[in-house]
């Protein structure tokens, strides 16, 4: 497959939505606000919110965009663009990206389909 034919987001609003999807997670969806708000009290969770939105913003949104970027200039798999990018000494960093991705998945499928 030459480089023409990868895949690419056919506009800037799809790779947008990707972006946030990928931001807010299905745990955030689903998850979190919920355990917040059942376990706020009296008090509420309003200033909890207000501070996990805030590293919402200034951590996960700069690593989606790391991401992207890394796989926009590596044009491969997870291994093989650390191993491009950082050298073949760190191509191990991409396994376990992907080890790690892997374990998300499977604990938001559990969360995903056991819904109480």
């Not at 023409?4 to 999807?21: I, N």
């Not at 990928?22 to 969806?29: K, P």
């Not at 951590?59 to 926009?72: K, Q």
């Amino acid at each position: 497959m030459t480089q023409a034919d990868q895949p690419r987001f056919s506009s800037r609003l799809g790779m947008l939505l990707s972006v946030l999807g990928i931001a807010v997670g299905t745990g955030n969806i689903w998850r979190f606000p919920r355990i917040a708000a059942q376990n706020a009290g009296e008090d509420g969770a309003g200033a909890f919110l207000l501070v996990w939105l805030l590293f919402l913003f200034t951590w996960s949104v700069p690593l989606i965009i790391a991401e992207y970027a890394l796989g926009r200039k590596g044009r491969m798999g997870v291994v093989g663009t650390f191993a491009r990018v950082a050298g073949a000494r760190f191509a191990w960093m991409g396994g376990f990206v992907g080890v790690v991705a892997t374990a998300i998945m499977f604990y938001y499928s559990v969360v995903a389909g056991g819904g109480r």
